[in-house]
């Protein structure tokens, strides 16, 4: 039986970036009765645990979130969510299920997006301290796969032996990454960063992977994001998702934002999570809560580190193969343009 997901992919006008993650290869998939959208999850142990919003058919998409949850019970299994967005939150609260913040979401509007002022006066001296270093390139390509050596020794010197991690976000997988764009700063010839990209159909563009070399000089990634955003402007394009700062506004007294303080707090050299906060704030963007979802209260943390768990699944160590390729991205639809600024 064919796969549906890349036809359905194929076929939606509009979703989030993050439906790039179907192709990752790590996923299951809860089918609309009609064929046209999609849940993804992962499962572990008792619990199926859906990551971001469906996608597909717009009739479909408000009832998929309940079917899953009623299709998991069926089968003796927990049903959760994260990475998920306020609507669709809302609605699994109004079914009784306990919903709460995880972290939120960084957007630009590019065409919005100034250099000048005090708002983004360090990103500003940032951003012209690399590019008055001489040497500097900053290009889009359009596609990944040939480039693939040069961005395999920046993400092997960025991980520097730690284990990649994938399922809510993604990883360096050569059939992932090929077919899709990249944006790459060079040195004097040298690919030293990249920020691999997921382009929509509705001219959204979303940021992945953000690596860089030790080549790279201070200030690489505040000048390649930048050149990124102010490339989206001239090339039209009508945000920019920057992605997740897992854990940030957690002002609660509950158990799960008392837990997301102690990792921001403690868990940094570990996790990079505020780090991760304080450097997406330069940009000054929108930001947007995302929300996990699980049947009962003292089940959300148990959720999060179930996702932790499922993304170390996604890869056996670092550079391993998986025994499948992930499939392939179905076409691009977006008119995506490639060059340099």
């Known amino acids: 039986m064919p796969d549906p997901v890349p036809a359905i992919l194929a076929s939606t006008r509009a979703f989030d970036p993050e439906a790039h993650l179907a192709l990752l290869g790590d996923k299951r998939f809860h089918i609309a009765p009609d064929g046209d959208a999609f849940l993804m999850y992962g499962v572990h142990r008792r619990f199926w645990i859906a990551v971001g919003a469906p996608v597909g058919a717009p009739h479909a998409l408000p009832g998929l979130p309940a079917r899953f949850c009623a299709a998991a019970r069926a089968a003796g299994a927990q049903p959760a969510f994260t990475h998920l967005g306020a609507g669709p939150a809302a609605r699994l609260a109004g079914l009784g299920m306990a919903v709460h913040p995880m972290g939120a979401a960084a957007s630009i509007v590019p065409g919005t997006f100034l250099l000048a002022g005090s708002a983004r006066g360090s990103l500003r001296r940032s951003w012209r301290r690399v590019r008055d270093l001489g040497g500097v390139r900053f290009r ?85 994001l930048t050149e990124l955003i102010l490339w989206a402007r001239e090339a039209e394009l009508r ?49 947007s809560p995302r929300f996990v979802v699980a049947p009962h209260r003292h089940q959300l943390p148990l959720v999060l580190g179930r996702v932790v768990l499922l993304g170390r699944a996604t890869l056996t160590a670092p550079g391993s193969r998986r025994s499948e390729p992930a499939p392939r991205w179905p076409g691009d639809r977006t008119g995506f343009p490639g060059g340099s600024r």
């Open 140 to 224: 889009v390509h359009g596609d990944a796969g040939p480039l693939l050596p040069e961005l395999r020794a920046v993400s092997d010197a960025w991980l520097a032996g730690r284990r990649e991690t994938g399922f809510s976000h993604g990883v360096f997988l050569p059939a992932f990454l090929t077919g899709r764009p990249v944006a790459v700063l060079r040195v004097h010839g040298t690919v030293v960063a990249f920020v691999s990209l997921w382009p929509t159909p509705d001219r959204r563009l979303g940021v992945d992977l953000m690596r860089h070399s030790p080549a790279a000089p201070p200030g690489a990634m505040d000048f390649l």
């Open 239 to 287: 945000r920019v998702d920057l992605g997740l700062a897992p854990l940030s506004d957690l002002t609660g007294d509950d158990a799960l934002s008392r837990l997301g303080r102690l990792v921001l707090r403690h868990g940094e050299r570990f996790h990079g999570f505020a780090g991760l906060r304080h450097f997406k704030a330069k940009f000054r963007p929108e930001w």
